[in-house]
């Protein structure tokens, strides 16, 4: 019985505490490298405006839906200094094929390595996908997990919000 | 103390203000008709602020899916970057090169966690990088127990590691020194030391990248009574691992080679086995991660102590809209092997630096082709693939050769003795021995399985947001004992092969004995499919209904132990609904198929929840080269809740 209320706590307490109003928090500047062997900060990244990261490996059916829709946001929004950062989750059973994946789908978007997750720990993003959205300043805005077909509508919806927002600010 | 290091970690986070965190939580919670119940509660917390970071997680489980029961902090970490320093305490995950050395992970689906709880120290600046990383690594294994591990191996470990990068080339030089105790089958634990040295480089270029690592490891024991002093070299061991790719226009090339030598055996490996490969290495496998149910259930069980192979793998695009890929792949032990009988092996090199066909060095041999795309004005997802297999799981003989027989022929001579002046009459049997000529022996048992599999995915998005999807996978597969040759057992008296007809050594025999059964009856092939249809509304819900039939087995006949009304809804048993059904008597035409409905809902859009309703098929389940047997769930409810905030 005291697993079960346990959960319940847990639970009840979660759905309190987890609502989108308590997004907002900084992004902390962490190191990664990216595909093509550059080492980059994901405060560098976001100089220019804002970012979109997402979490994916090469086995996971989701994220590859979704990932053309995010490298067309990537080339659409670029003029306004937006940008998609990729975190490749592949273990070295299938690190070796990244590259070659993303080479031949053509992919424009920013990708960074992390196969042993400690990247995705530090962001919990271990569910895959994972999108996170930050502003310029670092702030994250929206967070959201995994990807139901039609949902890259909200997605678009929510760079466009940040994009907006930015640009009454400037 | 764990539980003030949470108290203060969460009363920080949030009473200061200039402290940023981030949290995970996740509760999974499954309950089934044969008892196979879990509840897992898990909370992950980060915290940074400004140099410093911080992750703690937190468990109640009690029990888990796979496990022990805590309710505990199980994991922290404190990290702390200082110009070009880093330092972290806790516990510690690090991955070196392409992990033939190091690759450090905790993965809670496999219950496979080789990570390190100790220190961590870190200089990164231009092109260098060095690091050093000491602590404890306690990983535990699965035994017999699905559920529970039984094998624990802890090492006491301390690393390096320095990294070289100068333009588009990087060399890197590892070391790591573990003292292990190691859990044996029974008795004594063993007390091993393993050295590994290992170095490795890479070169980026735009049409093509090439990586290449090699480690060669020591193993001593320590095999005196009071575990003092020296030792015994145990075993000696290397690895090379190589990936070549080539890039042109939107076609990608992935050539990958390996050759693990820790160890060699013509069989499985035991605990028994220790002083080869250690837990911290995790290395490329060389085979597809594949993300269909019935292609993962054949995966093949990676040996990271004694296996070679290569893999090539094509990505493309067909029209800018298609995606296209084909990959092969062919692994096999180092060395094939000869029963001198069937209990004594010989091994003898492969000729060659690619992996072996011969039977007794357990190849494999895998090949999927998919292709995938968006058509209909980008509304319709469409995947095809074909996936085949073939690998040979164990030899139970496997010899080859000439050999001699030796015959006795008795003949009888006529004589005569004087016995005290009386001429007796009597005869001696003498016994000639003479060889045969050298005839051919082949005595060979090896079991072999074969699939192949077509995984098909068809989803439709409507223009108001709703989503339907159908899947279907359909797989085919044999395995068999094949026993071929003119001998089948072995005289320990005479040390020879025993020939199945003496008066003809040619006459030979060739049997396929297939492993598949139902019920007690043989079947030849083992038929699998699974459909699931999703109906899904984007950004909020999605319901799935999934059916998954098999034919045969290649152990006991599974068996429904419940009807459950899911069952009784999709096959329109009415009966069940008027009363006429007992649910602890299911009929026979729902066995051999799990039926299962789940509804997924998104609360926010960074809250998931989760009801799985039905039976799940148990099986083989793979990750990251580690294969766990997952027991069936059998006429249950599993619920999950996650959320990141």
Same mark, same amino acid.
């Given at each position: 019985?005291?697993?079960?209320?346990?959960?319940?706590?847990?639970?009840?307490?979660?759905?309190?505490?987890?609502? +989108?109003?308590?997004?907002?928090?900084?992004?902390?500047?962490?190191?990664?490298?990216?595909? *093509?062997?550059?080492?980059?900060?994901?405060?560098?990244?976001?100089?220019?405006?804002?970012?979109?990261?997402?979490?994916?490996?090469?086995?996971?059916?989701?994220?590859?839906?979704?990932?053309?829709?995010?490298?067309?946001?990537?080339?659409?929004?670029?003029?306004? !200094?937006?940008?998609?950062?990729?975190?490749?989750?592949?273990?070295?059973?299938?690190?070796?094929?990244?590259?070659?994946?993303?080479?031949?789908?053509?992919?424009?978007?920013?990708?960074?390595?992390?196969?042993?997750?400690?990247?995705?720990?530090?962001?919990?993003?271990?569910?895959?996908?994972?999108?996170?959205?930050?502003?310029?300043?670092?702030?994250?805005?929206?967070?959201?997990?995994?990807?139901?077909?039609?949902?890259? =509508?909200?997605?678009?919806?929510?760079?466009?919000?940040?994009?907006?927002?930015?640009?009454?600010?400037? | 103390?764990?539980?003030?290091?949470?108290?203060?970690?969460?009363?920080?986070?949030?009473?200061?203000?200039?402290?940023?965190?981030?949290?995970?939580?996740?509760?999974? &919670?499954?309950?089934?008709?044969?008892?196979?119940?879990?509840?897992?509660?898990?909370?992950?917390?980060?915290?940074?602020?400004?140099?410093?970071?911080?992750?703690?997680?937190?468990?109640?489980?009690?029990?888990?899916?796979?496990?022990?029961?805590? #309710?505990?902090?199980?994991?922290?970490?404190?990290?702390?970057?200082?110009?070009?320093?880093?330092?972290?305490?806790?516990?510690?995950?690090?991955?070196?090169?392409?992990?033939?050395?190091?690759? $450090?992970?905790?993965?809670?689906?496999?219950?496979?966690?080789?990570?390190?709880?100790?220190?961590?120290? !870190?200089?990164?600046?231009?092109?260098?990088?060095?690091?050093?990383?000491?602590? *404890?690594?306690?990983?535990?294994?699965?035994?017999?127990?699905?559920?529970?591990?039984?094998?624990?191996?802890?090492?006491?470990?301390?690393?390096? $590691?320095?990294?070289?990068?100068?333009?588009?080339?990087?060399?890197?030089?590892?070391?790591?020194?573990?003292?292990?105790?190691?859990?044996?089958?029974?008795?004594?634990?063993?007390?091993?030391?393993?050295?590994?040295?290992?170095?490795?480089?890479?070169?980026?270029?735009?049409?093509?990248?090439?990586?290449?690592?090699?480690?060669?490891?020591?193993?001593?024991?320590?095999?005196?009574?009071?575990?003092?002093?020296?030792?015994?070299?145990?075993?000696?061991?290397?690895?090379?691992?190589?990936?070549?790719?080539?890039?042109?226009?939107?076609?990608?090339?992935?050539?990958?080679?390996?050759?693990?030598?820790?160890?060699?055996?013509?069989?499985?490996?035991?605990?028994?086995?220790?002083?080869?490969?250690?837990?911290?290495?995790?290395?490329?496998?060389?085979?597809?991660?594949?993300?269909?149910?019935?292609?993962?259930?054949?995966?093949?069980?990676?040996?990271?102590?004694?296996?070679?192979?290569?893999?090539?793998?094509?990505?493309?695009?067909?029209?800018?809209?298609?995606?296209?890929?084909?990959?092969?792949?062919?692994?096999?032990?180092?060395?094939?092997?000869?029963?001198? #009988?069937?209990?004594?092996?010989?091994?003898?090199?492969?000729?060659?630096?690619?992996?072996?066909?011969?039977?007794?060095?357990?190849? &494999?041999?895998?090949?999927?082709?998919?292709?995938?795309?968006? =058509?209909?004005?980008?509304?319709?997802?469409?995947?095809?693939?074909?996936?085949?297999?073939?690998?040979?799981?164990?030899?139970?003989?496997?010899?080859?050769?000439?050999?001699?027989?030796?015959?006795?022929?008795?003949?009888?001579?006529?004589?005569?003795? +004087?016995?005290?002046?009386?001429?007796?009459?009597?005869?001696?049997?003498?016994?000639?021995?003479?060889?045969?000529?050298?005839?051919?022996?082949?005595?060979?048992?090896?079991?072999?399985?074969?699939?192949?599999?077509?995984?098909?995915?068809?989803?439709?998005?409507?223009?108001?947001?709703?989503?339907? !999807?159908?899947?279907?996978?359909?797989?085919?597969?044999?395995?068999?004992?094949?026993?071929?040759?003119?001998?089948?057992?072995?005289?320990?008296?005479?040390?020879?092969?025993?020939?199945?007809?003496?008066?003809?050594?040619?006459?030979?025999?060739?049997?396929?004995?297939?492993?598949?059964?139902?019920?007690?009856?043989?079947?030849?092939?083992? &038929?699998?499919?699974?459909?699931?249809?999703?109906?899904?509304?984007?950004?909020?819900?999605?319901?799935?209904?999934?059916?998954?039939?098999?034919?045969?087995?290649?152990?006991?006949?599974?068996?429904?132990?419940?009807?459950?009304?899911?069952?009784?809804?999709?096959?329109?048993?009415?009966?069940?609904?008027?009363?006429?059904?007992?649910?602890?008597?299911?009929?026979?035409?729902?066995?051999?198929?799990?039926?299962?409905?789940?509804?997924?809902?998104?609360?926010?859009?960074?809250?998931?929840?989760?009801?799985?309703?039905?039976?799940?098929?148990?099986?083989?389940?793979?990750?990251?080269?580690?294969?766990?047997?997952?027991?069936?769930?059998?006429?249950?409810?599993?619920?999950?809740?996650?959320?990141?905030?």
């Amino acid at each position: 019985m005291r697993k079960y209320l346990f959960t319940l706590l847990f639970l009840s307490k979660s759905v309190m505490f987890a609502t +989108d109003s308590d997004l907002g928090s900084k992004i902390p500047d962490l190191k990664l490298k990216l595909l *093509n062997g550059q080492k980059i900060t994901i405060h560098e990244l976001l100089k220019d405006g804002p970012l979109m990261i997402d979490f994916w490996a090469t086995w996971c059916k989701p994220c590859k839906k979704v990932m053309k829709y995010l490298d067309q946001y990537h080339q659409d929004y670029a003029d306004q !200094g937006f940008k998609v950062l990729m975190i490749n989750q592949d273990t070295p059973r299938s690190l070796g094929k990244v590259k070659s994946y993303i080479r031949s789908q053509n992919h424009q978007f920013f990708v960074g390595l992390d196969p042993n997750q400690k990247i995705a720990q530090k962001l919990n993003g271990m569910v895959m996908p994972t999108l996170i959205l930050i502003d310029k300043g670092g702030e994250i805005k929206w967070r959201h997990q995994g990807f139901i077909p039609g949902e890259e =509508i909200e997605i678009e919806k929510q760079i466009k919000l940040i994009l907006e927002s930015q640009a009454s600010e400037s | 103390m764990k539980k003030i290091i949470l108290c203060l970690t969460i009363c920080s986070v949030l009473v200061a203000n200039d402290i940023d965190f981030n949290a995970a939580l996740t509760a999974n &919670y499954g309950d089934s008709y044969d008892f196979y119940s879990y509840s897992e509660n898990r909370l992950d917390l980060n915290f940074f602020y400004n140099d410093l970071q911080g992750w703690v997680q937190y468990e109640y489980s009690n029990p888990p899916d796979v496990g022990f029961p805590i #309710n505990d902090i199980r994991k922290f970490r404190i990290e702390y970057t200082l110009d070009d320093f880093t330092i972290k305490f806790g516990d510690i995950y690090e991955f070196w090169g392409r992990g033939l050395v190091l690759n $450090q992970f905790d993965d809670q689906i496999t219950n496979y966690d080789n990570g390190t709880r100790g220190l961590f120290v !870190g200089y990164s600046n231009g092109p260098l990088s060095a690091s050093h990383l000491n602590g *404890n690594s306690n990983v535990w294994l699965f035994g017999s127990d699905l559920r529970k591990p039984y094998y624990n191996n802890s090492h006491n470990m301390s690393g390096n $590691q320095i990294q070289y990068e100068w333009k588009s080339l990087s060399l890197g030089l590892t070391q790591i020194q573990s003292n292990e105790v190691h859990q044996k089958l029974f008795g004594d634990d063993a007390y091993v030391n393993h050295k590994m040295k290992g170095i490795y480089g890479s070169w980026l270029a735009t049409n093509i990248d090439l990586f290449i690592e090699y480690v060669d490891k020591i193993s001593t024991e320590k095999t005196d009574f009071f575990q003092e002093v020296a030792h015994d070299s145990l075993k000696k061991g290397h690895g090379i691992y190589g990936n070549l790719n080539l890039y042109l226009g939107s076609w990608g090339l992935s050539t990958e080679y390996k050759r693990y030598a820790f160890d060699k055996s013509h069989s499985d490996f035991t605990a028994d086995d220790y002083g080869n490969r250690i837990e911290l290495q995790m290395m490329p496998t060389l085979g597809k991660e594949q993300n269909s149910t019935l292609l993962g259930r054949v995966s093949h069980n990676y040996n990271f102590n004694d296996e070679r192979g290569v893999q090539v793998e094509l990505n493309g695009s067909l029209f800018n809209r298609f995606s296209v890929s084909a990959q092969y792949s062919h692994l096999s032990r180092n060395k094939d092997w000869k029963s001198l #009988n069937p209990l004594d092996w010989v091994d003898k090199s492969l000729d060659t630096y690619l992996p072996s066909s011969n039977p007794s060095a357990l190849p &494999y041999w895998e090949n999927y082709e998919e292709i995938s795309g968006f =058509i209909l004005g980008d509304n319709l997802y469409f995947k095809l693939g074909h996936g085949s297999n073939q690998e040979v799981f164990k030899t139970m003989r496997y010899f080859d050769g000439t050999q001699i027989s030796t015959i006795f022929t008795e003949s009888w001579v006529k004589d005569t003795t +004087d016995f005290y002046g009386n001429m007796v009459i009597d005869s001696t049997m003498t016994i000639d021995t003479s060889f045969s000529d050298p005839f051919e022996v082949v005595a060979k048992m090896w079991q072999v399985a074969k699939s192949f599999t077509i995984p098909m995915e068809l989803n439709y998005t409507f223009d108001n947001g709703y989503n339907f !999807g159908v899947g279907f996978q359909y797989q085919e597969r044999t395995k068999k004992n094949i026993s071929k040759g003119n001998a089948i057992s072995y005289s320990n008296s005479d040390s020879s092969w025993i020939l199945i007809n003496p008066e003809n050594p040619d006459s030979s025999f060739e049997t396929h004995d297939t492993q598949f059964s139902l019920n007690g009856e043989k079947v030849n092939t083992q &038929y699998n499919r699974m459909i699931y249809v999703t109906l899904s509304k984007a950004p909020r819900w999605s319901f799935t209904i999934t059916q998954d039939w098999a034919n045969a087995f290649d152990g006991p006949t599974t068996v429904d132990p419940y009807y459950n009304p899911l069952e009784a809804l999709i096959f329109g048993d009415l009966k069940y609904f008027t009363g006429d059904r007992n649910p602890t008597d299911p009929p026979p035409f729902i066995q051999k198929k799990w039926v299962s409905a789940e509804l997924a809902y998104n609360l926010t859009s960074s809250q998931r929840i989760s009801i799985m309703y039905g039976s799940i098929q148990g099986g083989l389940f793979c990750s990251n080269g580690i294969c766990r047997l997952i027991a069936p769930f059998n006429d249950g409810i599993k619920f999950s809740y996650s959320a990141i905030f």
